[in-house]
C-alpha cells in the first residue's frame, strides 16, 4: 500500500467516524425537538394557513409550475450531464479520468430520490394539507392521517441529492465537496421550504429527507471500506497460506 492510498484511507476513516456521530446527534434532536407533526413543525407551517382552514398557496402558480415542476426538471437535467459525461469518458480520454466521479454523481443521485420515493410510497405519514380540519373556532389538526405516503420529502430530495458530490469529491478535492454539500442543503431546503407554504409537507419530512440521503452515502462510503479491508485480509490470508504450502513442499 503506498503511501497517498493510505493517507486516503485514513481520511476516509476520520470523515466516516465525523459522519456516525454527527447522523447520530442529529437523528435523536430530531426524534426529540421536531418530531413528525409535532409543535415545530405546527409552528412554521401555520402562517401558510388561511383562517378558514386551508393552505391558500397549494395551487399557487409559482410555487407548484415553476418551483416545483419546472425546477424539478432543470436539476433533472443537471444530472443528466453527469451521465452524458460518464458515457463520453469511454470514447474520450480526456474524460476517462473522471469516469468514476461521473458514475457516481448521476447513479449516486438517482438512487438518493430512488430511496426517498420508496420510503414515501409506504410511509403512513399524511400531508399537511390532508391534515386540517373546520370546526367552530376555524381549523384544528387531524393528526391522525389516513392517506399516508407523505414521508420524507420527495421534492427536496431532488436538492439534497447534489449532497452526492460532497462524497465523491471529499477526499480529494475538499472545496469542491463543501461546495456541492451546501448547494445541495440549500436546494433542498429551497425546495423544501416551498411545500410547506404549499401544504404538501412538514419541516421535519425535509429534515428527514436531508439525513437519509446523507446517511446512505455514508453507509455506501462504510460499506466499501469495509469490503476493501476484508478483501485485503483474504490476499494476505490467502498469500501466507500459500507460502506455508510452498515450504513445506520444499
Known amino acids: 500500500m503506498d503511501l497517498k492510498h493510505h493517507n486516503q484511507q485514513r481520511l476516509q476513516q476520520k470523515y466516516l467516524y465525523h459522519d456516525v456521530v454527527l447522523l447520530s446527534i442529529s437523528a435523536l434532536a430530531l426524534y426529540y425537538f421536531d418530531p413528525i407533526g409535532g409543535w415545530l413543525d405546527r409552528l412554521f407551517i401555520t ?29 433533472i437535467g443537471c444530472y443528466s450531464v453527469f451521465l452524458i459525461l460518464w458515457l463520453i469518458s469511454f470514447r474520450s480520454p480526456r474524460f476517462a479520468a473522471q469516469r468514476w466521479h461521473y458514475a457516481y454523481m448521476f447513479f449516486g443521485a438517482a438512487l438518493s430520490t430512488a430511496v426517498i420515493g420508496l420510503l414515501k410510497a409506504f410511509s403512513v405519514h399524511d400531508c399537511p394539507w390532508n391534515m386540517l380540519q373546520s ?9 391522525q392521517g389516513i392517506k399516508g405516503q ?19 469529491y471529499r477526499l ?28 404538501a409537507h412538514f419541516l421535519s419530512h425535509n429534515l428527514w429527507s436531508a ?40
Do not use: E
Open 47 to 75: 402562517p401558510w394557513i388561511a383562517p378558514q382552514g386551508f393552505f391558500p398557496y397549494q395551487q399557487n402558480w409559482y410555487l407548484r409550475d415553476i418551483q416545483h415542476d419546472l425546477f424539478k426538471k432543470i436539476l
Open 135 to 143: 370546526s367552530p373556532q376555524g381549523w384544528v389538526w387531524h393528526l
Open 150 to 168: 407523505c414521508f420524507p420529502g420527495g421534492h427536496a430530495s431532488t436538492g439534497f441529492a447534489m449532497m452526492t458530490g460532497y462524497f465523491v
Open 172 to 199: 480529494q478535492q475538499p472545496k469542491r465537496a463543501q461546495f456541492f454539500l451546501w448547494l445541495g442543503l440549500a436546494l433542498g431546503f429551497m425546495l423544501g421550504w416551498g411545500q410547506m407554504m404549499r401544504g
Open 211 to 250: 439525513w437519509i440521503i446523507y446517511a446512505l452515502h455514508s453507509g455506501l462510503q462504510m460499506s466499501d471500506m469495509c469490503w476493501r479491508y476484508f478483501s485485503r485480509i483474504g490476499r494476505l490470508a490467502s498469500i501466507g497460506q500459500k507460502s506455508i504450502l510452498n515450504k513445506k513442499n520444499h
